[in-house]
């Protein structure tokens, strides 16, 4: 439990440095990012329950890279102060990417 509170902190901090970051992402406040972390866990998790485990960002592939990136974007429905552009998610997805290699938001 400890462990899964960690985690959507961690996400919500790297969506925060994401929308300092990235143009055309934009997130305002922790607890709206905290919101979005959920949300885009949970619209992972229905994606790849749905379509199976290869889309995943896991899988390092541009699939994977693509999903992670409507996935991002499709958030931005349910969180109401987060505004994302399709340039936006790809480039959010890239860099969540690469901070992910770095410092992973999943328990593996």
């Known amino acids: 439990m400890i462990g899964m509170i960690v985690r959507f902190i961690v996400s919500a901090l790297v969506l925060l440095f ?3 970051l990235v143009p055309g992402f934009a997130i305002a406040g922790f607890w709206n990012a905290l919101l ?11 994606v790849e329950s749905i379509i199976g485990k290869k889309v995943s960002p896991q899988s390092r592939g541009v699939v994977g890279f693509i ?11 349910f969180v ?7 340039f ?7 860099v969540i990417g690469i901070i992910d290699a770095f410092v992973p938001t999943e328990i593996r």
Request: glycine letters at 8%; aromatic letters at 10%; proline letters at 3%.
């Open 88 to 94: 936006g998610a790809l480039l959010a997805s890239l």
């Open 18 to 20: 994401v929308g300092f």
């Open 36 to 46: 979005a972390a959920v949300v885009i866990a949970v619209i992972g998790f229905l």
């Open 67 to 77: 999903t992670a990136a409507v996935v991002i974007y499709a958030a931005q429905f």
């Open 80 to 86: 109401p102060t987060m505004r994302v552009s399709i």
